[in-house]
């Protein structure tokens, strides 16, 4: 007897081998057929869909879940656009929190501001505490005095701002946040991803110095894990930096790791260990992603995160030891370290099988895009910067360069996997509204962004289920609607391939579908 089948419905399965159903038998978590598969088969919940749309489940591959349920639970400067306002924000922060404590906020950014703030500024509502203004991107930070009295003295600053390094250091002077915060923080961020339809995340990067909240950070998801408290299936990329030589024996050639060896492909269904997130940039939002050539108006090109002699080792090490890389690389300098270090590490120990990703591919040339393809490296690209970001991003790239943000066509027609992704809680992570952008390129102003990378629906559906399941180790549970997989489903109140596409982003989700049992909304 089946568990549960749904019929009535207009499926599109993502599986080339047999496109559409309507209907969908589901037995102990997973798919057990489809259509006259199961059609006369006893179940103990029918349900008729009414001819409503069911996709696989999204799957966002690049995500933050600590930072984007602190972000949302805590304090923020957002949406304040003036310094007087910010400083505000600031002040009713630090009120709540006792003398001496930290004061962690979220939500800025120097852009509307028309420049960044100062420790000396933030000294005048800190009230004997410690200030740590996060920014947006995840790359840079304002503290006050107070902080800056703790750094070594080399860190580098800039009147309170730091960057990529500087941020590292500050992360590491900041106490530790406790279990029971961040595994509050895990349960908020994935009850918002299954309210877009998403059962499955990849967090890029615990125990990293940038976004990391934690020494004990893979013990809180597990812990949510077995509390019932893990809204999504999750993959822990491990930053690279958290790994170091294991003493193994020279002929296992395990150069470096997490203790006992554990690397990428351990864990169940639920929770497992996914790539090793290795970064060589910053970010455009605090333009410190590393151009081959200077942002437009200004003096520099931005900054890589080590030398690159430091991160092609670190890239080789993982490679060696059997890990899965994920290689943070934004500017189109960074793109070129990345790909020369998978490129170097693939002719030194040859593993085709490796499905090394490059997260975010910002800024791509047209001239690295087949050499994406000749080391088949996969684009883990966030479609939705540009629809949020991509008006300022076209500024600071110029005329020239502006085409070849965070493309998208211009990937597959060179062979390239792709795969969307948000970047939570960078900006806001709905599938769907990155869907859209991938098919029509317009920018919340309406400006068209690069129209030449524009998409079909249905490839940009693919980047949000199959690829990005391929992405993950997760093609043969999930990313299609297809007999033997888990049953992740999403149902929607109309189909993403026939609706004018300005309407995709607003199609209503009626329910979030996890092992066949709703784990949002109602299939009723």
């Known amino acids: 007897m089946l568990d549960l089948l749904l019929y009535n419905a207009r499926v599109i399965t993502m599986d080339p081998a047999r496109p559409t159903a309507s209907a969908i038998g589901v037995w102990r978590d997973r798919i057990v057929g489809l259509d006259d598969d199961v059609n006369g088969m006893p179940a103990r919940r029918q349900v008729d869909l009414g001819g409503a749309v069911v996709l696989p489940a999204f ?11 602190m972000a949302a639970t805590g304090a923020t400067v957002a949406p304040c656009t003036d310094v007087h306002d910010v400083l505000a924000a600031v002040r009713v922060a630090a009120a709540a929190r006792p003398v001496g404590e930290w004061v962690d906020l979220a939500g800025y950014d120097q852009r509307p501001l028309g420049r960044h703030l100062t420790a000396a500024e933030l000294d005048t509502v800190s009230a004997g505490r410690k200030v740590f203004l996060v920014h947006d991107s995840g790359h840079a930070c304002v ?3 107070a902080v800056l009295e703790l750094l070594p003295p080399d860190v580098p600053h800039d009147d309170g701002f ?17 279990q029971t915060e961040m595994i509050d923080a895990i349960e908020h961020a994935g009850n918002v991803c299954l309210a877009q339809g998403i059962t499955a995340v990849a967090e890029a990067g615990i125990g990293g110095g940038l976004i990391s909240y934690s020494p004990a950070e893979l013990a809180a998801y597990q812990r949510a894990s077995d509390d019932g408290r893990l809204p999504v299936r999750t993959q822990l990329m491990v930053a690279g930096v958290a790994t170091h030589p294991l003493g193994a024996h020279p002929a296992d050639d395990i150069p470096a790791g997490l203790d006992l060896g554990l690397r990428t492909g351990f864990g169940g269904d639920r929770l497992n260990i996914g790539a090793m997130k290795i970064f060589t940039d910053g970010g455009m939002m605090a333009r410190t992603a590393a151009l081959s050539e200077p942002y437009t108006g200004l003096d520099h090109s931005g900054q890589l995160f080590d030398s690159v002699a430091a991160m092609e080792e670190l890239v080789l090490a993982g490679h060696r030891a059997g890990w899965q890389l994920a290689v943070h690389a934004i500017g189109d300098r960074a793109v070129d370290v990345a790909l020369d270090a998978i490129d170097r590490a693939q002719r030194e120990k040859p593993r085709p099988e490796a499905r090394h990703r490059i997260e975010h591919a910002g800024l791509v040339r047209p001239d690295q895009l087949s050499r994406f393809a000749e080391l088949g490296v996969t684009a883990v690209v966030q479609p939705n910067f540009l629809y949020y970001l991509g008006d300022d991003y076209a500024v600071i790239m110029g005329e020239r360069r502006a ?4 493309r998208g066509q211009g990937f597959l027609d060179a062979g390239v996997r792709l795969v969307a992704s948000s970047d939570r809680p960078v900006t806001e992570g709905a599938p769907l509204r990155n869907i859209q952008f991938m098919v029509n390129r317009q920018t919340r102003h309406g400006h068209s962004l690069g129209p030449a990378e524009a998409m079909f629906v249905y490839d940009a559906l693919r980047a949000y289920t199959v690829d990005a399941a391929w992405a993950c180790h ?14 992740d489903l999403v149902v929607l109140a109309e189909d993403p391939l026939a609706v004018p596409v300005d309407r995709i982003a607003g199609i209503p989700i009626l329910a979030t579908v996890l092992g066949g049992t709703e784990a949002h909304g109602s299939l009723d």
């Open 403 to 406: 085409p070849w943000l965070y």
């Open 59 to 69: 799957l966002d591959a690049h995500v933050h879940q600590v930072w984007a349920g």
């Open 474 to 487: 997760w093609e043969h549970d999930l990313g299609s609607v297809t007999a033997g997989k888990l049953a």
């Open 143 to 145: 503290v006050n005095t």
């Open 162 to 178: 730091l960057a990529e390094s500087g941020m590292a250091a500050v992360r590491a002077l900041r106490q530790p946040y406790s």
